[in-house]
């Protein structure tokens, strides 16, 4: 069974530097996508990021960024230049089989002014 | 616009009643899921539908139920049997490819009187 996990419960930067957020996945497929979901206090989800794993080349949406390690099922985020409104929980997700969505329990990430 | 659309935004049950969490989305997406969220546990699937009149159980379906008898609509019954059903209740749709990210409508908390 496909499982994601994300061992940064809660996260915090200053405004304006970077900061990594961290994705370990399990799945027995081979092409998959993995997705990074952003959750403001508003409370509506939306997709930050998304990679294909078969392509190599790492995603980038602006400032965020993944990096992508197939080997070793790792799928972190980068968010360069954090800015306050990036202040939300965070959620990396994986399709189980082709009907669903794993998710992880998410990181909740403060930006500091 | 094309989105999807929960109501209410607040919801309160009293003991031994049923509520329906509405769930209405004009994307065109054939897939329509419904999650639960609670504090430290992610996203937990209860159901889902990849097509009109069908619909899976997910990983908490236990005191829930659905139907699906239009493609754009996909109502969520907290039944009676649901004992701990405060939480936060979100609404989401995709095209059925596992390669496309799903939408989220902005949900629903469902509280207890």
């Known amino acids: 069974a496909q499982t994601v996990t994300q061992s940064q419960p809660e996260m915090s930067v200053q405004e304006a530097e970077t900061v990594t957020l961290s994705c370990t996945y399990d799945t027995s497929e081979n092409n998959y996508y993995l997705f990074w979901y952003k959750q403001p206090p508003s409370r509506q989800m939306i997709l930050v990021i998304r990679q294909e794993a078969y392509k190599q080349q790492n995603a980038t949406e602006n400032r965020f960024s993944v990096n992508f390690q197939k080997a070793a099922k790792s799928f972190s985020l980068k968010i360069s230049d954090s800015q306050l409104g990036d202040t939300a929980m965070y959620f990396c997700?994986?399709?189980?089989?082709?009907?669903?969505?794993?998710f992880g329990k998410g990181t909740k990430l403060t930006v500091n002014p | 616009d094309g989105g999807i659309t929960q109501s209410p935004k607040y919801l309160f049950r009293k003991e031994g009643q049923n509520v329906t969490l509405s769930c209405e989305q004009n994307?065109?997406?054939?897939?329509m899921y419904w999650y639960r969220q609670d504090p430290g546990q992610g996203l937990r699937l209860i159901y889902y539908?990849?097509?009109?009149?069908?619909?899976q159980k997910g990983d908490i379906a236990e005191g829930y139920s659905v139907s699906r008898e239009k493609k754009e609509s996909f109502p969520l019954t907290v039944t009676s049997a649901q004992k701990n059903p405060t939480a936060f209740y979100l609404c989401a749709s995709s095209v059925r490819d596992y390669n496309q990210p799903q939408h989220f409508g902005d949900g629903t908390r469902l509280s207890i009187l």
């Open positions: 539908s990849q097509i009109v009149n069908d619909f």
């Open positions: 994307l065109n997406h054939d897939a």
């Open positions: 997700a994986l399709p189980a089989g082709s009907e669903k969505l794993v």
